[in-house]
C-alpha cells in the first residue's frame, strides 16, 4: 500500500525566516510526486509536479526538491501570506492503481509579521 | 485561467436522503475524479472516471455512490442514501491526462444530519 508522511504537523515561522518541509513516501512506482497549497475550507492548489530523483522546480520563495526516498519543499523567506496547509502526494504505478493520488496528512505552516 | 467549478459549496441533508454533488471539469481534460477530506483528516481518493467509465475505486466508494458524465461539461457524484459518516468536504479533480497534474475544485462541503 503506497503511503506519504509528511513532517512536521505544524511549523510556524517568523516572517523571513527560511525552513523545509519534508514528505517521505514508499510506493513501488513512482510516476510522480505532486505539491500542493489548501487553504481553510479550501480545495487544494497546485504548486509542483517531480517525476524523477534529482529533480527540482521553484516558484517564488518556494523550491522543491526530490530523492528516491523523499521530498522537501524549502520555503525562503517566508511572508505571511504564505500561511496554509502544505499537502503532499503521490501517483503510484503499484497493484493496478493507475491514476489515484495519496495525500498525507500535510504540514499547517504559519508565518507571523 | 481555465478551473474545475463545483456546486453547490454547501448541502445540509438529512440521513438517509440522496446528494447529487455537481462539478464541471476544465474544458479540454479527459480524466475525472473524486475525492473527500473529513474535517481534520487527509484527502481520500474515491473515484476516477475516464472515457465515461470508472477506471479505478477505493474502498470507500460503495454501492451507494454513483458517478456519471449526463453531458460534454459535467461530472456528478450521487450518495443514494446518506450516513452520518459522509459528511465531508467533497473536491471534484480533472487532468489532461493519467499522468498529468490533477486540478481540484473549491469543494461541497457536506453536512448529513
Known amino acids: 500500500e503506497d503511503q506519504v508522511t509528511q513532517s512536521p504537523e505544524a511549523l510556524r515561522l517568523q516572517e523571513g525566516e527560511s525552513s523545509s518541509l519534508n514528505c517521505s513516501y514508499t510506493?513501488?512506482?513512482?510516476?510522480?510526486l505532486f505539491w500542493y497549497r489548501q487553504d481553510p475550507g479550501k480545495g487544494p492548489e497546485f504548486l509542483f509536479t517531480?517525476?524523477?530523483a534529482g529533480e527540482e522546480k521553484e516558484k517564488e520563495r518556494l523550491k522543491a526538491t526530490l530523492t528516491k526516498k523523499e521530498s522537501f519543499l524549502h520555503i525562503t523567506a517566508p511572508k505571511p501570506e504564505d500561511s496554509a496547509t502544505y499537502l503532499c502526494a503521490v501517483q503510484a504505478n503499484s497493484g493496478g492503481s493507475n491514476y489515484k493520488l495519496t495525500f498525507g496528512k500535510g504540514t499547517l505552516l504559519t508565518v507571523n509579521p | 485561467e481555465p478551473e474545475v467549478t463545483q456546486t453547490p459549496s454547501h448541502q445540509v441533508t438529512q440521513m438517509g436522503q440522496e446528494v447529487i454533488l455537481r462539478c464541471v471539469p476544465i474544458?479540454?481534460?479527459?480524466?475525472f475524479y473524486w475525492y473527500r477530506q473529513i474535517l481534520g483528516q487527509k484527502v481520500e481518493f474515491l473515484v476516477s472516471?475516464?472515457?465515461?467509465?470508472?477506471?479505478?475505486k477505493s474502498e470507500i466508494f460503495d454501492d451507494q455512490f454513483s458517478v456519471e458524465r449526463p453531458d460534454g461539461s459535467n461530472f456528478t457524484l450521487k450518495i443514494r442514501s446518506t450516513k452520518l459518516e459522509d459528511s465531508a468536504m467533497y473536491f471534484c479533480a480533472s487532468s489532461g491526462g493519467a499522468v498529468n497534474t490533477q486540478y481540484f475544485g473549491p469543494g461541497t462541503r457536506l453536512t448529513v444530519l
Open positions: 510506493v513501488s512506482g513512482l510516476r510522480g
Open positions: 472516471f475516464y472515457n465515461n467509465e470508472i477506471s479505478e
Open positions: 474544458s479540454n481534460h479527459l480524466y
Open positions: 517531480l517525476y524523477s
